[in-house]
T-cell receptor
Framework: GEDVEQSLFLSVREGDSSVINCTYT??????LYWYKQEPGAGLQLLTY?????DMKQDQRLTVLLNKKDKHLSLRIADTQTGDSAIYFC?????????????FGRGTSLIVHP | DVKVTQSSRYLVKRTGEKVFLECVQD?????MFWYRQDPGLGLRLIYF???????EKGDIPEGYSVSREKKERFSLILESASTNQTSMYLC?????????FGPGTRLTVT
């Protein structure tokens, strides 16, 4: 089945850019998502990209998709302390057209002053 | 806005008790899901349902059951709670590919 990998931790200084990376194994994946989870809360859909796109920008967020390398990244510009959270990559729509996403284990983003 | 609510934010139960976790969504979504989240393990799918009275096992169904009598409500049942079921439980719903999550229930079994 699909496998989605993320590094577990990322530490950045306030005001810098953060880049969170994700790799996946199923090249037929159709939809790729980023979710944010703040402490003690559920997951909030941040942004998504379709597999026929290379890039999507939404205010401070930029999603890049490299289908050849099966690599997805989320860049947060001007990172703030309120961006401290766990970020999950999720991939869906691979072989068989399943609507059940495969999640990575999440990257804890720590933003320090 | 899609709203997914869960009956409790925090729950403490004793070993052997029967535990009910309730989830309600207000967007007429066909699909509903139950996950558990543990540190370092990410989200693991317990059960899901794609229609009323339908249910499918996820990756870790042992020790759990589910009920979906109405489209908007999906219940997770721990038949006999054990300490290894102490976890954060997340409910989600979807119409197709985007999942919307509830705030989670942190369950402690003592």
């Amino acid at each position: 089945g699909e496998d989605v990998e993320q590094s577990l931790f990322l530490s950045v200084r306030e005001g810098d850019s953060s880049v969170i990376n994700c790799t996946y194994t199923d090249s037929s994946s159709t939809y790729l998502y980023w979710y944010k989870q703040e402490p003690g809360a559920g997951l909030q859909l941040l942004t998504y990209i379709f597999s026929n796109m290379d890039m999507k920008q939404d205010q401070r967020l930029t999603v890049l998709l490299n289908k050849k390398d099966k690599h997805l990244s989320l860049r947060i510009a001007d990172t703030q302390t309120g961006d401290s959270a766990i970020y999950f990559c999720a991939v869906i729509g691979g072989q068989g057209g399943s609507y059940i996403p495969t999640f990575g284990r999440g990257t804890s983003l720590i933003v320090h002053p | 806005d899609v709203k997914v609510t869960q009956s409790s934010r925090y729950l403490v139960k004793r070993t052997g008790e029967k535990v009910f976790l309730e989830c309600v969504q207000d967007m007429d979504h066909e699909n509903m899901f139950w996950y558990r989240q543990d540190p370092g393990l990410g989200l693991r799918l317990i059960y899901f349902s794609y229609d009323v009275k339908m249910k499918e096992k996820g990756d870790i169904p042992e020790g759990y059951s589910v009920s979906r009598e109405k489209k908007e409500r999906f219940s997770l049942i721990l038949e006999s709670a054990s300490t290894n079921q102490t976890s954060m439980y997340l409910c989600a719903s979807s119409a197709s590919y985007e999942q919307y999550f509830g705030p989670g229930t942190r369950l402690t079994v003592t």
